[in-house]
């Protein structure tokens, strides 16, 4: 059972095929897994009669000779911001504790269709407002390296499972860097691909969107397995109209450009320093050109937040009236914030993103990718106020967004393809992430330039059993 957990997805699809592996021992391990490491809190529901049926389902039609798609038997997880038919998706809120939806999201739906099973439902903050993974509803989910610190959020459960070994692949979403905050906090790869590469309905304004469902695994090969099974288009999505692209394909002599970003605007860590300034030396070493680039991105939070709050508002505020037991409080301070901001301060927010999205145009039509740390320092200890200031390197820093991921809620806003991966760890033990930035529909090219650095960073740690 632990050496299957132990396997990257792709090679446990080869051993399913293969018939090494049953798909019901594939589901068993995780399964076992998850009870053996309950403390960590990182499942809402976990789907164990119906994962075992689709096993069974899934060991027959190997069996029998049947078709199998590219993640036939494999367990997979998905945050539960993400509708997942006739399994509850509660938001993470006792307000929707009870929901059950009547179909999958596109995302969930195209996993399935390639043979994945859904083994269980991970955490998140209520409706993903924070960067913490905790909440009255379910409590708090811990850091496998250290429980004494965040494993991020909040998309933090899914980052929790699959660096403990709970199925290879999970699914989670990102509105402000829920993808790329927890994969860098726990030591694992997580995708924001570009807006409308994978299809997201769920969002109520669909053409203001800078939500986005994507893969997190332990491996930047595990990661591009799953973004092939979900990327492509839909009518019903805005962004998602285009099919697809020509393909861009990273060659073998080639020396990509990337523009490094080592501060925008915010304070570092020096281990964060020097694990990014390490990578990039990997990537010269590589024959890729590293060239400074600079960029104030910690300026754009406060239009980062009228849309965010502005939101939550217009979602949630009669909620809020109604039965504020039932809610965070920092979720309902939020919320309250939304009323101070007029049409204005909306319109200018969106003026502020359009701006962003020229500058990193800018950029990128002189370079391949841009390279910055995924956060301004390692995972934070447990216990902060997500509303206050934090303290970085001994210094207040500021408020946590600006202050510690500045790096990567603005490419929610320009839809940008970005990407987290491990680079190193702390002295204290703490995984350290190293972001990469693509053009529009370059993500396949992004992965494969993040899948040469992985070879040269060697980085192989996992947290502690």
Same mark, same amino acid.
């Given at each position: 059972m632990t050496a299957i957990t132990?396997?990257?997805?792709?090679?446990?699809?080869?051993?399913?095929?293969?018939?090494?592996?049953?798909?019901?021992?594939?589901?068993?391990?995780?399964?076992?897994?998850?009870?053996?490491?309950?403390?960590?809190?990182?499942?809402?529901?976990? %789907?164990?009669?119906?994962?075992?049926?689709?096993?069974?389902?899934?060991?027959?039609?190997?069996?029998?000779?049947?078709?199998?798609?590219?993640?036939?038997?494999?367990p997979f997880s998905v945050k539960d911001l993400t509708n997942t038919e006739g399994v509850a998706t509660t938001q993470g809120s006792a307000l929707f504790a009870d929901t059950l939806p009547s179909s999958d999201a596109v995302a969930v739906a195209r996993a399935r269709a390639a043979g994945a099973?859904?083994? &269980?439902?991970?955490?998140?903050?209520?409706?993903?407002?924070?960067?913490?993974?905790? &909440?009255?509803?379910? &409590?708090?989910?811990?850091?496998?390296?250290?429980?004494?610190?965040? %494993?991020?959020?909040?998309? &933090?459960?899914?980052?929790?499972?699959v660096a403990a070994g709970m199925g290879p692949l999970a699914l989670g979403s990102d509105g402000g860097g829920s993808i790329r905050i927890p994969a860098a906090c726990c030591g694992v790869v997580g995708l924001k691909a570009t807006l409308g590469a994978i299809p997201n309905l769920q969002a109520p304004d669909l053409f203001g969107a800078n939500s986005y469902v994507g893969p997190m695994a332990r491996d930047v090969a595990d990661t591009r397995l799953m973004f092939e099974v979900l990327v492509g288009p839909d009518r019903r999505d805005p962004y998602g109209q285009v099919g697809a692209l020509p393909h861009r394909v990273l060659g073998e002599a080639e020396r990509p450009r990337i523009g490094f970003l080592l501060r925008c605007g915010n304070v570092l860590d020096p281990e964060v320093e020097n694990s990014v300034l390490a990578a990039m030396k990997q990537a010269e070493a590589l024959g890729m050109i590293v060239e400074p680039i600079e960029l104030d991105l910690v300026s754009l939070e406060p239009h980062f937040l009228v849309l965010l709050r502005s939101l939550l508002l217009a979602r949630l505020g009669g909620h809020a009236a109604r039965s504020p037991e039932k809610l965070d409080p920092t979720l309902i301070a939020t919320i309250e914030a939304g009323r101070a901001y007029s049409a204005a301060d909306l319109c200018e927010a969106q003026f502020a993103r359009t701006n962003c999205f020229s500058q990193i145009q800018d950029i990128l039509s002189r370079f391949d990718l841009i390279a910055s740390p995924t956060l301004s320092a390692p995972a934070l200890p447990v216990g902060l106020d997500p509303l206050g200031r934090i303290a970085i390197a001994g210094r207040d820093a500021g408020t946590i967004r600006g202050a510690w991921y500045p790096y990567t809620f603005p490419f929610n806003l320009t839809g940008h393809p970005a990407l987290s991966m491990p680079c190193g760890l702390s002295e204290g033990g703490l995984p350290i992430g190293l972001q990469l930035v693509g053009r529009w529909h370059e993500d396949g090219y992004l992965l494969a330039i993040a899948a040469r650095l992985e070879a040269a960073l060697g980085f192989t740690t996992r947290p502690p059993a």
């Open positions: 132990d396997l990257s997805a792709i090679k446990l699809a080869a051993a399913i095929r293969a018939r090494e592996v049953s798909p019901v021992d594939a589901v068993e391990a995780a399964l076992a897994r998850i009870e053996e490491r309950r403390e960590l809190n990182a499942f809402m529901a976990v %789907c164990t009669k119906r994962a075992r049926s689709e096993a069974k389902a899934a060991e027959a039609a190997i069996m029998n000779g049947a078709p199998l798609g590219a993640l036939h038997g494999i099973i859904l083994i &269980g439902k991970t955490t998140t903050p209520e409706f993903g407002h924070k960067p913490f993974t905790e &909440g009255p509803f379910f &409590g708090r989910t811990l850091n496998p390296w250290s429980h004494a610190h965040s %494993c991020g959020g909040s998309s &933090g459960g899914a980052a929790v499972a």
